[in-house]
């Protein structure tokens, strides 16, 4: 069984500063890793994903991250927050098998104060 | 980039009517495609997998006689809730999967409010 654990359903970061949303994965083969985001009333936008390539990801609006394997981990990460990033954030993973469901964190909603 | 259109964006109905969601990709084929509902402020849950030409594969705990899926074509699946009733009133979300890819693009959603 494949799982994700999203840390922390709400960061609050001002303007400019780091952001860094955590997840960790369970899963008993080689994981897909996804993170999307959602804005108000709207569906899901692919910001990156990870499909066993490079371990450093580097995603839509200066969004990264990086799967490490040894701590089960794969967060997400951009050096400098802008106001428009404000939205809902979902860690996501799959086996990657050609019908594969994608099983979603509970989200974490990132905040920006001015 | 892939697209997948919902439609209607957003129907209220009247408790007992039965609502049908169309989940359309518009410019990829898509033999799989998967159904979430949204409740507010939580993550997506998926109820469903839609196979065209077979039968749907239900989540645990989801009725398929009350949300019926139809995947007719490599382009269109839809979704309907039957006898609706006010605790169906959700956000519903599909998502389509390139054949031959390992990315799933998701429609902008249905918000569904039974009255």
């Known amino acids: 069984a494949q799982s994700v654990t999203q840390l922390g359903s709400h960061v609050s970061v001002s303007e400019g500063a780091l952001v860094l949303l955590r997840c960790n994965y369970s899963s008993s083969v080689p994981p897909y890793l996804f993170w999307y985001v959602q804005y108000p009333n709207q569906g899901l936008q692919l910001l990156l994903k990870?499909?066993?390539?490079?371990?450093l990801v580097k995603g839509i609006n200066g969004f990264e991250a990086e799967f490490k394997k040894s701590e089960t981990s794969f967060h997400l990460t951009k050096p400098s927050a802008h106001m428009s990033d404000a939205a809902e954030y979902f860690c996501a993973v799959s086996d990657g098998s050609s019908a594969s469901k994608i099983i979603f964190g509970s989200g974490t909603r990132l905040s920006i104060r001015p | 980039g892939a697209v997948v259109s919902q439609h209607p964006s957003r129907v209220i109905c009247k408790s007992g009517t039965s609502v049908k969601i169309e989940c359309r990709s518009l410019d990829f084929q898509a033999t799989t495609m998967f159904w979430y509902r949204q409740f507010p402020k939580q993550s997506l849950m998926l109820m469903a997998t839609?196979?065209?030409?077979?039968?749907?594969?239900?989540e645990q705990g989801v009725e398929k006689d009350k949300f019926l899926i139809n995947h007719a074509s490599l382009t269109l699946s839809t979704l309907t809730v039957t006898s609706a009733h006010p605790e169906d009133s959700s956000f519903y979300i599909c998502?389509?999967?390139?054949?031959?890819?390992?990315?799933?693009?998701f429609g902008p959603g249905t918000r569904l409010t039974v009255l």
């Open positions: 990870y499909t066993s390539a490079a371990t």
């Open positions: 839609s196979n065209e030409g077979s039968k749907a594969t239900y």
């Open positions: 998502s389509a999967r390139d054949d031959g890819g390992d990315t799933q693009y």
